[in-house]
């Protein structure tokens, strides 16, 4: 019975949001309490790192598309 308490005052809180105009969106992010989580960061990490090696013209790239955005300060 005390669940149904609940769930009204959420049922409600969800309204109120949707009136606002708001919607619930779900986010799917990585499991960080994986086993092999660290190991996929490092192996992404050295994937970047290799691409910033190979190509070298990245990184002025990157400042000028930046020098393009409006209001973006280094």
């Not at 989580?37 to 050295?46: P, T």
């Not at 790192?49 to 955005?69: R, W």
């Amino acid at each position: 019975m005390a669940n149904t308490h609940v769930n009204t005052r959420v049922q409600k809180h969800r309204d109120m949001l949707r009136m606002a105009g708001l919607r619930p969106v779900q986010i799917w992010v990585p499991d960080t309490r994986r086993s092999d989580f660290a190991e996929e960061c490092h192996r992404q990490s050295r994937l970047a790192a290799e691409s910033d090696v190979a190509n070298k013209d990245i990184g002025q790239f990157m400042d000028e598309a930046l020098a393009d955005v409006d209001g973006w300060t280094e």
